[in-house]
C-alpha cells in the first residue's frame, strides 16, 4: 500500500536560510509526488508536482523539490526562506488515490 | 477562475447529532474529493466521485457518513450521528484530471 512518511514534525529556520523538509514514500509503481502548503485556516496549495522526466522540480514561491526513486525520496528545498512560508507542508503521492504525509509545520524567526 | 468553495466554514455540534457540509467545484471538474483532516495529522481521503458515480469510498464510515453528487457538480457530505472523534477540518477538492487537485478552504468541525 502507498504511503508517506514526513520525518520532522516541526522545524524552524530563520529567515533567510536554506530550507529542506524531507519527504520518503512507499508507492508499487511509478509514483506522482506532490508537495501542498496550508496556511492557517487556509486550504492546500500546491507548490509543485513530479510525474515523469526531469528530476529536479521548480514550483511555485521559488521552492523545487529532487525526486531520488535510490532513496524513495521527494525532499522539497527553498534556498532563502522568508517569513511568509512558515506554513504546514505536506508531501502526498499517488494519482486517483492520494495519500498525504502527516505534515511539516515550518516556523520562520526574524 | 473561481475556486472551490464550501460551506459552512465554521459549524459546532454536539455529539449525536446530524451536521451536513456542502461543496461546489471548480466549474467544469468532473473528479471531486472529500478529505477528513484531523488537527495535527495529513488530509485523509473520505471518498472520490467521477461525475455523479462514487470512484472510491474505501476510507468512508459509511455506518454515519454519507456523500452524494446528484447531478455531477455540487456535492454534500453529512454525518449522522456525529461523534466527538469527528472533530476535524472537512476538505472538498476537485480537479479535471486525477493529477492536480484544487483544494476549497474547507469547514472545521467542533463536536462537543
Redesign the interface.
Known amino acids: 500500500a502507498q504511503s ?1 512518511t514526513q520525518p520532522d514534525i516541526h522545524i524552524t529556520v530563520s529567515e533567510g536560510a536554506s530550507l529542506e523538509l524531507r519527504c520518503n514514500y512507499s508507492y508499487g509503481a511509478t509514483p ?1 509526488l506532490f508537495w ?1 502548503v496550508q496556511s492557517p ?6 507548490l509543485l ?1 513530479y ?1 515523469s522526466g526531469d528530476t529536479l522540480v521548480q514550483g511555485i514561491k521559488g521552492f523545487e523539490a529532487e525526486f531520488k526513486r535510490s532513496q524513495s525520496s521527494f525532499n522539497l528545498r527553498k534556498p532563502s526562506v522568508h517569513w511568509s512560508d512558515a506554513a504546514e507542508y ?1 508531501c ?1 503521492v499517488g ?9 511539516t509545520r515550518l516556523t520562520v524567526k526574524p | 477562475e473561481a475556486g ?1 468553495a464550501q460551506s459552512p466554514r465554521y459549524k459546532i455540534i454536539e455529539k449525536r447529532q446530524s451536521v451536513a457540509f456542502w461543496c461546489n467545484p471548480i466549474s467544469g471538474h468532473a473528479t471531486l474529493y472529500w478529505y477528513q483532516q484531523i488537527l ?6 473520505l471518498i ?1 466521485f467521477q461525475n455523479n458515480g462514487v ?2 469510498d474505501s476510507q468512508l464510515p459509511k455506518d454515519r457518513f454519507s456523500a452524494e453528487r446528484l447531478k455531477g457538480v455540487d456535492s454534500t457530505l453529512k454525518i449522522q450521528p456525529a461523534k466527538l472523534e469527528d472533530s476535524a477540518v472537512y ?1 472538498c ?1 476537485s480537479s479535471i484530471a ?9 469547514t472545521r468541525l467542533t463536536v462537543t
Do not use: S, T
Open positions: 508517506v506522482y501542498y485556516g487556509q486550504g492546500l496549495q500546491l508536482k510525474f505536506f502526498a494519482y486517483n488515490d492520494m495519500r498525504f504525509g502527516a505534515g | 472551490v495535527g495529522q495529513g488530509p485523509k481521503l472520490q470512484v472510491d476538505l477538492a486525477a493529477n492536480e487537485q484544487y483544494f476549497g478552504p474547507g
